[in-house]
């Protein structure tokens, strides 16, 4: 077993069994992290009594959240972290053989690579059709080529493919489920205080901001499944919805810097879109009302608010 100069950092909140299935999976690796922080935001506090045991060598640590929020634990664990490379992981992620070692050989492969995600094998980009490949170009994403792996037009970040990870293409973005970073080539704090509790697109946001100066990759080999569990935020449609309005519009203005009454208008009709789609998957005529009143607060809430976005950016510079 390899021992790598890796800090792995991991937040977690009422998970503990699915907790412990992930280090079993990570500490069955041929390479592993040499230290892993474990941030606990559950009523309950994990303990090293309901962990695995970590293999000779590996020094794992349970940290209290300071304050729950993915994000918010990321970046305490980031200040305490004492390796010169990160591993961020989700507490619901079972690795393939191999997962850490092909994340680690491609982060070495390159001195501009700042970052190597994985790919999610039950997750994986769909090519839209032709109809949905045209809206998708009025919206300003590329009318040609694939978009596995990018981060295009009014942020609309698509999940990577596997075929294509195989060519060992770059990509825009990485999900913080299982990803590699650089410390040099990470902002301090990592993750915005913008982003909080759920902290949708805050991945998105991490990787182009580090895609600016850096390359980003997702190897063939770093395979995993991720484990979705039931959360309390994952039934509150119109919270979610909220949050992906306004996080979603916040890495467009702020993030990809695309400003403008057209940008406004493209993130617009995205989400009118959206809407139309919600009515078609399973029962979502249901949750409709939901689905609509999230969207809408969530614009109102970047018309009021917006112009106090510029100061997460900068704190992060």
């Known amino acids: 077993m390899q021992l790598l100069p890796v800090s792995a950092i991991i937040p977690t909140l009422d998970r503990r069994e699915r907790l412990a299935r992930t280090l079993a999976s990570l ?152 990803t590699l970073y650089r410390r040099e080539a990470l902002p301090k704090p990592a993750l915005l205080a913008f982003f909080h509790g759920y902290s949708l697109m805050e991945d998105a946001a991490l990787a182009l901001h580090v895609g600016r100066s850096w390359s980003l990759r997702i190897p063939a080999a770093a395979r995993a499944f991720h484990d979705f569990q039931p959360a309390p935020y994952k039934s509150r449609v119109y919270a979610r919805e909220k949050m992906e309005t306004i996080n979603r519009w916040y890495v467009m203005r702020v993030i990809m810097d695309r400003k403008g009454p057209l940008w406004d208008l493209r993130q617009l009709c995205y989400q009118l879109l959206m809407l139309v789609l919600a009515l078609r998957r399973g029962p979502g005529w249901r949750r409709w009302p939901e689905v609509l009143g999230g969207k809408l607060v969530g614009m109102a809430t970047v018309v009021l608010h917006a112009q106090r976005w510029r100061g997460y950016q900068d704190a992060s510079q």
């Open 27 to 178: 500490f069955a690796q041929s390479a592993v992290p040499v230290e892993v922080l474990v941030v606990d935001a559950s009523v309950l506090p994990v303990t090293a009594v309901d962990l695995p045991p970590a293999p000779a060598g590996v020094e794992v640590r349970c940290l209290r959240a300071e304050r729950r929020g993915a994000a918010a634990q990321r970046n305490q664990a980031q200040l305490q972290a004492g390796e010169p490379n990160i591993l961020y992981m989700d507490d619901d992620m079972d690795l393939e053989p191999g997962c850490i070692a092909a994340l680690w050989t491609a982060l070495q492969s390159s001195p501009r690579c700042g970052g190597c995600g994985t790919v999610l094998i039950n997750q994986q980009y769909h090519p839209p059709g032709p109809m949905l490949r045209r809206i998708l170009a009025w919206l300003g994403c590329p009318a040609t080529g694939s978009l596995a792996g990018r981060c295009v037009g009014p942020a609309l970040n698509f999940l990577p493919s596997l075929r294509e990870a195989e060519g060992g293409d770059e990509v825009d973005w990485l999900n913080l489920g299982c």
